[in-house]
């Protein structure tokens, strides 16, 4: 066939979207990884480069958003196909406040924090590792439109709230034992909050794609 044939055309656009969007996801997975480290090491010359590549983030959203009104005005795609443009706008907003919030984080590291709190980035860490392979998971599922990849990341959600709980509480306890540092938690705890606001992002991208293959929303709870 013609590679200029339409078919061969639309085909390639919405390979292309694809692509658009896995090429952000896996910046953002980057940016998250790479502010996670920064916090722990306290990296003021990391955290600078974190906040620079936000704008490439930005930068391929709006790229993402722009192919999608091409495709609908252009090729006029229907019933799944049209879900599919639709719902990767959504899935690079989610993205790109994952990468927000990897800036976030970035900027505390920058700051740093009280040296005696230490033990206590063993909260961060957890949560890290548990969202950086569940964004991962999430954009292969996304890649091969895996409901199952997706509501297996769905539900490991509820291991990154637990952490976030059992943090808060175990921080709360040193503070209201008048520990007289607990201010130094302040940027552990808005770091665990910004954490566990990724793994709500990941989980409405696994809801996306659950809508993308079924045409309803999908109805789970944790």
Not at 175 to 184: C, Q, R, S, Y
């Amino acid at each position: 066939m013609d590679m200029h044939h339409p078919l061969k055309v639309y085909e390639k656009e919405l390979s292309d979207l694809q692509a658009l969007v896995l090429e952000l996801g896996n910046l953002a997975l980057s940016q998250l990884t790479k502010a996670i480290n920064t916090f722990e090491e306290n990296n003021p010359e990391n955290a600078e480069a974190i906040i620079e590549t936000d704008k490439k983030v930005n930068d391929l959203e709006r790229e993402v958003d722009k192919m999608s009104l091409m495709i609908i005005t252009k090729m006029e795609p229907k019933a799944g196909d049209l879900r599919y443009v639709l719902t990767a706008s959504k899935i690079a907003s989610d993205i790109e406040r994952i990468a927000d919030y990897a800036k976030s984080i970035a900027k505390k590291g920058k700051r740093g924090f009280a040296e005696e709190h230490v033990q206590h980035l063993g909260y961060v860490q957890h949560m890290g590792q548990e969202l950086t392979a569940m964004l991962s998971s999430i954009l292969e599922a996304f890649k091969d439109l895996s409901v199952e990849k997706a509501l297996d990341v769905w539900h490991s959600d509820s291991n990154v709230d637990a952490l976030f709980k059992e943090g808060v509480s175990g921080m709360k306890n040193c503070v209201e034992a008048e520990d007289l540092e607990g201010k130094g938690f302040i940027s552990l705890l808005f770091t665990m909050r910004c954490l566990e606001r990724v793994g709500d992002h990941i989980t409405n991208i696994a809801e996306h794609i659950y809508f993308i293959k079924y045409a309803e929303f999908f109805g789970g709870k944790k």
